[in-house]
């Protein structure tokens, strides 16, 4: 496993991220605790230290089965980032949402659960429309203050409140947001319109959730199995089905499996990105593990991204007409290095 910076930090953290939201048996499916802490073994032996959980997630079981592995393992190994924003509760109007009061109480619960004293990464879940982003930052500012928790992130947030978010950080002397949880996969490419531009400003690295489309670009549902997918799913359809196929022609001809050519196309998209895979089953992680060791040509790349292209709309096709590049750039459009 190699290992990239988080952001613009000094923080380590290995190219694939174990996702463990699947960790516990809640609802009907998952990972017990023990496959759960064979995942973590596997992850962990093969170089992995970077693990994304929630305060919501399996109704607070996954962080308590990871607070169970890391208490009898290396802590200061693993980089344990969790989110704050989803209900844990219906009878309290501030156990949900972005505001500060959630913020500390939720943090509280999950070190419980973590059985840690500091959480390395904070997410904000989900934006909620309400809150101010400067409460969040401040909110944020102070628990690392405090040493609860190191550093900040945003997940599922509009780019221009991540934006002003950091721009108000910076001035203010606050902690920036260093990293970015977003859907992104060869099915999912909006997020390219304006959030990861604005990341890429910003250092921030992507971590993008649902990589493989929820199993999409593995071929599975052309293969037969539907699972627990709704058949009206952007999943199922006619643009699916070809992008997938693509994956699935370019995994034959390297002789790898359709997962690995769909992560490794995230990892080379020209910004800091680092996939969060997840797994109920150790067989599941290894094959997704050796993701790293797959090489994806020119030729391969222009044909997924050929496949799987989206219209930016204005501004972003707008700025990329022939003569919007003419008149802006004088002719020298091909001459001029970008950041």
Same mark, same amino acid.
């Given at each position: 496993?190699?290992?990239?910076?988080?952001?613009?930090?000094?923080?380590?953290?290995?190219?694939?991220?174990?996702?463990?939201?699947?960790?516990?048996?809640?609802?009907?499916?998952?990972?017990?605790?023990?496959?759960?802490?064979?995942?973590?073994?596997?992850?962990?032996?093969?170089?992995?230290?970077?693990?994304?959980?929630?305060?919501?997630?399996?109704?607070?079981?996954?962080?308590?089965?990871i607070g169970d592995y890391i208490s009898n393992h290396?802590?200061?190994?693993?980089?344990?980032?969790?989110?704050?924003?989803?209900?844990? @509760?219906?009878? *309290?109007?501030? $156990?949900?949402?972005?505001? +500060?009061?959630? =913020?500390?109480?939720?943090? /509280?619960?999950?070190?419980?659960?973590?059985?840690?004293?500091?959480?390395?990464?904070?997410?904000?879940?989900?934006?909620?429309?309400?809150?101010?982003?400067?409460?969040?930052?401040r909110g944020m500012d102070d628990l690392i203050s405090?040493?609860?928790?190191?550093?900040?992130?945003?997940?599922?947030?509009?780019?221009?409140?991540?934006?002003?978010?950091?721009?108000?950080?910076?001035?203010?002397?606050?902690?920036?947001?260093?990293?970015?949880?977003?859907?992104?996969?060869?099915?999912?490419?909006?997020?390219?319109?304006?959030?990861?531009?604005?990341?890429k400003h910003f250092g921030m690295t992507v971590t993008?959730?649902?990589?493989?489309?929820?199993?999409?670009?593995?071929?599975?549902?052309?293969?037969?199995?539907?699972?627990?997918?709704?058949?009206?799913? @952007?999943?199922? *359809?006619?643009? $699916?089905?070809?992008?997938? +196929?693509?994956? =699935?022609?370019?995994?034959? /001809?390297?002789?790898?499996?359709?997962?690995?050519?769909?992560?490794?196309?995230?990892?080379?998209?020209?910004?800091?990105?680092?996939?969060?895979?997840?797994?109920?089953?150790?067989?599941?992680?290894?094959?997704?593990?050796?993701?790293?060791?797959?090489?994806?040509?020119?030729?391969?790349?222009?044909?997924?991204?050929?496949?799987?292209?989206?219209?930016?709309?204005?501004?972003?096709?707008?700025?990329?007409?022939?003569?919007?590049?003419?008149?802006?750039?004088?002719?020298?459009?091909?001459?001029?290095?970008?950041?």
């Amino acid at each position: 496993m190699k290992y990239k910076l988080l952001g613009r930090s000094g923080l380590k953290v290995s190219e694939l991220c174990l996702g463990t939201m699947g960790f516990g048996t809640e609802a009907g499916w998952g990972a017990d605790a023990d496959t759960s802490f064979k995942i973590m073994d596997a992850y962990a032996e093969a170089g992995g230290n970077f693990l994304d959980t929630a305060n919501i997630y399996k109704s607070g079981t996954s962080e308590k089965i990871i607070g169970d592995y890391i208490s009898n393992h290396d802590r200061d190994y693993f980089v344990v980032a969790s989110k704050y924003t989803l209900k844990d @509760n219906t009878t *309290n109007p501030n $156990a949900s949402g972005n505001n +500060r009061k959630n =913020m500390m109480r939720s943090v /509280e619960e999950s070190l419980k659960r973590l059985k840690t004293d500091f959480l390395d990464v904070l997410y904000l879940h989900i934006w909620d429309d309400l809150t101010p982003i400067d409460e969040v930052l401040r909110g944020m500012d102070d628990l690392i203050s405090q040493g609860k928790i190191t550093y900040a992130a945003i997940s599922d947030t509009p780019a221009w409140v991540v934006a002003k978010g950091n721009i108000l950080a910076e001035l203010m002397g606050w902690s920036q947001f260093i990293a970015l949880q977003v859907e992104y996969s060869l099915l999912a490419r909006t997020a390219e319109r304006e959030l990861i531009p604005m990341a890429k400003h910003f250092g921030m690295t992507v971590t993008p959730w649902a990589p493989l489309a929820g199993g999409a670009l593995t071929g599975k549902y052309l293969k037969g199995d539907k699972g627990r997918i709704k058949p009206e799913s @952007n999943r199922l *359809n006619e643009r $699916a089905e070809k992008i997938t +196929r693509v994956v =699935m022609e370019i995994a034959q /001809e390297l002789g790898v499996s359709e997962s690995h050519v769909a992560l490794q196309w995230t990892m080379i998209k020209g910004f800091s990105c680092i996939p969060i895979v997840g797994a109920t089953k150790v067989d599941q992680l290894k094959d997704n593990l050796k993701t790293a060791d797959v090489t994806l040509t020119g030729d391969h790349i222009q044909k997924l991204d050929e496949a799987s292209k989206i219209e930016l709309g204005f501004p972003g096709d707008f700025f990329n007409e022939e003569a919007v590049k003419t008149n802006s750039f004088g002719g020298f459009y091909d001459k001029v290095k970008k950041r």
